[in-house]
């Protein structure tokens, strides 16, 4: 199959216009006309080219590399003799597919789902190294796609903003169920809301970097294998929904009710069963869309590492916080004439995770997360609970009684932004590092100009992601004051106090994040699978507790308006 059939079959699989790369240039293919042809030209102008022809050579090596064609690539690479071509062709197609049988032992590291192109003999591995420096050395010919500040900025801002209004949306919903019968006589339910909703970080983002490198190191290039690390992703997503649900309520137990010496079953249950199925529904309802962007952002040839991790929080927080006043509420209505119902509820959901383990252990992607993936999930759902007992008692004072809108947006903001940055550096170490192994600018100590100085992808990466909290904030903060929510009337002294306290949570985050992935990039751990769950829930510890520090010095100061939504 020719490079220009083969593009043109992609371009009507699409339904849109699609600009691809041929032999002698670049080439528009008008498929409809309409609405479709203006939004595919608004698309293209947020694609980096590179990303449009890495996936035009990926395609092209599956094509070589299934017919044992010994052609060589007409675009990108540089040529060589024609049978070395197709050898090297060859067995790169061979060692970038991850089948069936890889990790079918479970004796791979965590790293090795992403990275089966690495488990690689001695010669082989100097071969491949070599060639890899020769093709560096070529025009035009590098394994990592270039996208300029420009593109990666657009691709960054619409799905940020997206997200930031969803945690805007979950805010005024908190607002408004604060007062419900439920939150009012079972205050231990806002323990559980933190960890609840960081479960986009535990589960949704996680399973969205994954993805997003699995696209970018060519991994969803063939349908058996994008569906079986879809499927298995999926159900591993399930099982450890239901887990990290039921250990958030024991968590809300102890951290609420235990200290001060009062303990009631019914209110235990209550509170298993909404956590359980709340993280059971929530994360289904995610994880399809998060599939869904991920092969969209596939198919248009936009970098997913820049859209999915923000798309996956965009409604994440206000669809499981709907979820869970919705279910609380509900079962705290028939608690009295209908006390088993908690119990069934939390039985029906809990039965049904030996299932999703047999289909996620069936598959190699999973299987070696099954076991070795719950240390970052447990973990971090412990952090975003401290978080969840530090709004517990900031909102019963009512002095703070304004602090309730505002948390999820400074948490979900700043794990939304470190989200993106952990994908990228990620990323950015499967393609050019074996697992163990980092740049020599991330040897040694570890000091903070690091992360922002420097001219590297990574260090724009983090000044773009930085900048943009600032004027992020301030788009929420008005949105907020128009829809009349809140409790607090947005002063001078309050904004920049607000502002302050938002922008040294992501830069603490995004300092974290740096050393974080390298760091267990360096001890073997895929940072795909362990480091976002404990970067979300650190932005949900640090966001709850810069923002409680922020209204009581304001509350010192003077500034005690409450009276602003009621």
């Not at 593109?151 to 005024?172: R, Y």
């Not at 599939?291 to 927080?317: E, H, L, Q, R, Y």
């Not at 070696?368 to 447990?378: F, Q, R």
């Amino acid at each position: 199959m020719s490079m220009k059939s083969l593009a043109g079959a992609l371009g009507e699989s699409l339904g849109s216009s699609l600009t691809v790369r041929m032999s002698g240039g670049w080439s528009a293919l008008p498929l409809k006309h309409g609405p479709s042809l203006r939004l595919g030209s608004i698309f293209q102008t947020m694609v980096p080219t590179g990303y449009g022809k890495l996936q035009e050579d990926r395609l092209a090596m599956v094509d070589l590399g299934g017919k044992g064609d010994a052609s060589s690539l007409q675009n990108g690479y540089r040529q060589e003799a024609p049978h070395a071509d197709g050898r090297r062709i060859l067995e790169r197609t061979s060692r970038s597919s991850l089948t069936l049988t890889d990790c079918g032992d479970g004796g791979c590291s965590e790293a090795e789902p992403m990275l089966a192109e690495w488990r690689l003999s001695g010669e082989d591995a100097s071969d491949e190294q070599e060639e890899d420096e020769q093709e560096a050395a070529g025009p035009g010919a590098s394994n990592m796609p270039k996208e300029s500040p420009l593109a990666m900025t657009l691709q960054i801002v619409v799905p940020f903003l997206l997200a930031g209004f969803g945690t805007v949306s979950a805010g005024m919903v908190l607002d408004i169920v604060q007062h419900w019968d439920a939150f009012t006589k079972i205050t231990e339910i806002f323990i559980l809301v933190p960890a609840l909703l960081g479960l986009k970080g535990n589960l949704e983002m996680t399973l969205a970097s994954r993805l997003s490198t699995a696209v970018n190191v060519g991994k969803m290039d063939s349908p058996i294998e994008k569906w079986n690390l879809i499927i298995g992703n999926l159900a591993l997503k399930q099982v450890q929904a239901t887990v990290v649900g039921f250990l958030a309520a024991v968590a809300a137990v102890v951290l609420g009710w235990i200290p001060e010496g009062k303990f009631q079953m019914s209110h235990a249950v209550l509170l298993c069963s909404s956590s359980v199925a709340t993280a059971f529904i929530a994360s289904m309802l995610q994880g399809i869309i998060m599939v869904g962007v991920i092969v969209g952002s596939k198919k248009t040839g936009i970098n997913p590492d820049n859209v999915a991790t923000p798309i996956a929080a965009s409604f994440g927080d206000l669809i499981t916080l709907a979820i869970l006043a919705w279910i609380s509420q509900g079962l705290y209505s028939c608690l009295d004439s209908h006390p088993y119902v908690s119990s069934l509820v939390c039985a029906a959901f809990m039965s049904l995770t030996p299932l999703w383990m047999v289909i996620s252990s069936k598959h190699p992607a999973s299987r070696t997360l099954l076991y070795s993936g719950w240390e970052p999930v447990i973990t971090a759902m412990v952090i975003s609970s401290i978080g969840g007992l530090i709004l517990d008692k900031t909102l019963s004072n009512p002095s703070m009684a304004g602090i309730v809108v505002y948390t999820p947006v400074v948490s979900g903001i700043g794990g939304n932004l470190v989200a993106i940055q952990s994908s990228r550096i990620s990323t950015h170490l499967h393609f050019h590092c074996a697992p163990g192994e980092v740049p020599d600018e991330a040897k040694g100590c570890y000091f903070p100009c690091r992360t922002f100085c420097g001219s590297g992808a990574n260090h724009r990466s983090a000044q773009v992601l930085l900048l943009l909290a600032i004027p992020g904030h301030l788009i929420f903060l008005c949105t907020i004051h128009l829809m009349k929510s809140g409790h607090t009337t947005l002063t001078p002294i309050f904004m920049s106090v607000y502002l302050a306290a938002a922008l040294l949570q992501v830069l603490l985050l995004l300092c974290i994040a740096d050393w974080m992935v390298h760091s267990m990039w360096r001890s073997g751990k895929d940072p795909d699978s362990f480091s976002i769950p404990y970067l979300t829930a650190l932005g949900d510890l640090l966001g709850t507790a810069l923002l409680a520090l922020s209204f009581y010095f304001l509350w010192l100061i003077g500034d005690r308006d409450s009276d602003v939504g009621d």
